[in-house]
C-alpha cells in the first residue's frame, strides 16, 4: 500500500508540474508579444542620415554608379567593404575619379547591406 501512495504522490506531483510549466510558457509568451517588433531601419532612421567614408575605385558611367572601397562610418574604423554608390541627382560623376576619398551623407532606408548599395544625399570629395 505504501508503494501505491508513492506512485499516485509522483503522478500528481508531475501532473502539477506539467501544469505549472504550461501557464509559464503561456505567461512568457504574452509578455513578449506585448513588446512592438521594430525594424533595425527604422531605429537607424532616428537619427535621419548616416555619415560614411570611403575611396573611389572606379566608376560606371552606364550604370550612373560609383563604386567605392573601405567604407566606414565615420564615427568607426571597421571597414564595411567595397559598395555601389548611387549619386543624389544633379551630382556630376565627372567629378570624382578612382583614388578619390569621398564623404556620403545616406538616407538609413537606402542602405542595403545585403546587396552592399546605397543612395548618397551628398557627396563631397576629400581634397
Known sequence: MASFKHAQAIFIGSVVFIILAIGFISLLGNTRSSVP????????G??????????????NDTKGVIIVNNLQFLDATSNLGTWTVTPPSGF?????????????????ATFLAATHTLTATQIKVER
Open 46 to 59: 532616428v537619427t535621419a542620415t548616416l555619415k560614411l567614408s570611403g575611396i573611389v575605385s572606379s566608376i
Open 92 to 108: 556630376i560623376i565627372g567629378s570624382v575619379g578612382p583614388g578619390s576619398r569621398v564623404t556620403l551623407t545616406v538616407n538609413p
Open 37 to 44: 517588433a521594430t525594424d533595425t531601419r527604422a531605429k537607424a
